[in-house]
């Protein structure tokens, strides 16, 4: 999606209001003229941009999982201990979630509406960000053995990726919320 600030392009705009419909009704309850009347064209003027209501669906769940990824090394990367690097992929995933309700709600929901060589295309990125955070918490954590590493990272991304439906208080105290909690729910491990 567009940089922060940047106008947003017209397939961003689109993709934007699909995620939006998807979470709300469910791919499968969402029409492409539902998309189109959104962003104010007709539905059929959608495939210029995207040759399939499942194209857009593939995006949007196969860029959730490319960019937590890239998000994740590169906070490990620019991480100058174990600690830091925990503590930014923490901020990261907490961050992406709180601004991104539609994309959690949907990549919940609608992973299985996608064709299979999709379904394993985010599998594989959501695999290798799960490695990010099982060598961020075994170095930061030498007791921790990878299993149980694993295991935390996939309930912290749980307790993370909650919000959609739990985010009952501002933005901002949300946030200092679910990192007082992920970073409880590391030490418990």
Not at 13 to 24: D, G, K
Request: net charge negative; glycine share 8%; hydrophobic share 45%.
């Amino acid at each position: 999606m567009s940089t922060e600030g940047a106008t947003p392009t017209r397939r961003e705009q689109i993709l934007a209001a699909a995620a939006e419909r998807f979470a709300r009704v469910g791919f499968h309850g969402v029409g492409i003229d539902d998309i189109g009347k959104a962003v104010g064209v007709s539905g059929p003027a959608l495939y210029r941009h995207f040759r399939s209501k499942d194209a857009m669906l593939a995006e949007l769940l196969t860029g959730i999982s490319d960019r937590l990824l890239h998000g994740g090394r590169e906070r490990v990367g620019a991480a100058s201990d174990p600690e830091e690097a925990l503590h930014g992929l923490v901020r990261w995933h907490v961050d992406f979630a709180l601004r991104n309700p539609s994309l959690i709600t949907l990549h919940m929901r609608d992973l299985d509406s996608l064709p299979e060589p999709d379904r394993h295309r985010v599998r594989e990125s959501q695999r290798s960000y799960v490695e990010v955070w099982v060598e961020a918490l075994c170095r930061a954590r030498p007791a921790l053995e990878p299993a149980t590493a694993r295991a935390t990272a996939h309930a912290v991304f749980g307790l993370i990726n909650s919000t959609p439906f739990s985010a009952h208080l501002d933005e901002g105290q949300m946030a200092e919320l679910l990192d007082h909690m992920a970073h409880g729910a590391i030490a418990a491990a």
